[in-house]
């Protein structure tokens, strides 16, 4: 199935992205928006992100057979809410959050039974916030993570995965559990441990802070109100990542005790190795 | 008083940024370098990082008046002993470690009294290691910290900063108690816990780490070699940066233990504003 009218729901950083995107590399689309803030409707419209923009959700997904849900996480089951009773026969609802199981689980209570969901995170953003840093090759190579459950109708996935293929992404499958379990120590720990080094610092410390620090700490710039929501949302998979660093620490903090040069050379040699390899796989 | 002989001992990508930077912004200058091994020397020379090489610390500093010790912190007090026979009277012996309690300490115990030693601790460099990636720029705009003590001679502290200066560097000072403790909180810290961050992760979740993770870890990828010299030299002080970021994570911990949105975006948002500053800063 290909969809005719592609309706986005947010249109900020990613909702911004992908309507560029869209709108570049996809023809016979009629794109429309939601947006909260009329500044940001009209901000969308004039840089050609959307074609159309309404200040409500509901009238935003009528006609639409491609919904994508670009709120931040936080809201998203409440946009479920307002746009169920709106939304025509056989409409495919896809969303770009960063945490899968809440969102999976909502679309399951609140959606109705003509209605296929297909939950998505496209692994593509910036610690920027707005539609005036949207960018039509922000999902270059990215890799895009779809979550299917049992429940998941293929050709929905299907036309959700080709969508997304559309527009730059490599599409990858993982379980709802599976994906906030991984997510929460690939991203969300990285986030919470880059807020925590800037926390502890002192004032006198910070103007003596390099490259690397700076490097370092980058993610923890990201918007506290969007980030607090996929913590809190994430919160039992983010505390047994904190519980795995503050053993990895603790095993540091012994060689370190120790003087034990020998394994602490190893982890650290080990650590740069992974870390070469991983930076390799993403130039590929 | 102007240096006319430089020897630099260990051209590595500190030691041969610093023969590029001084050939090409300084004149009248001679520049010799000592490397262990026999390649190092001749890519040095033939980059014209140096102009003349040696394959021992003693014989490349005989009629230096300007000797900056750059071999890894590890073996800086046995290079100290190496040249403490042959060094001119009135000469002058800085280096770049990234600690310095220990190297000032040696210098003191180590260096005969016709000779002057300055503590300094260049902050520039890079994951990379070998003199083939050194760069005549790699100290533009960096700061460099001096850490004399009430023993430290003002005149040759003086020509050590002017020196940092001449090459592109802004000098600040600190005493090597301070220096210390303020590099483990702001670098020796960050590293240790980049490299805990990829040490953590599964093999499954590495295919999935984002351009955040990327940029969290970079430092990790450098030569865990040096840096088990530099945790292992400092050690006291990072064990007491790794108990404070960890009372930092069990605060986090106890926010999504309660589900307390309220203080985790206070605690999200300052950090993202501190963060935004030190870049800002950085900038100027």
Known sequence: MHPRRLSILGVGLLGGSIGLAARSRLTGFHIVGYAHR????????????IQQGYDQPGPAVRGADLIILCTPVGVLPKVLHEIAGELPH?????DVGSTKRTIVDAARAVLPPHVRFVGSHPMAGSEKRGVQFARGDLFDGATCITTPTSETDPDALQTVEDF???IGMKPTRLSPEEHDRILADVSHLPHALAAALVAMQDDAAMPLCGKGFLDATRIAAGDGGLWKDILIDNGDNVRASIKRIMSELTRLDGFLAAADAQNLEKWLHEAALRRQLAGEMKKQ
Do not use: Y
Request: net charge negative.
């Open 164 to 166: 997304w293929r559309a």
């Open 38 to 49: 009329p500044e940001t409707l009209e901000a969308a419209r004039s840089m050609e992100a």
């Open 90 to 94: 056989g409409a495919i609802v896809t």
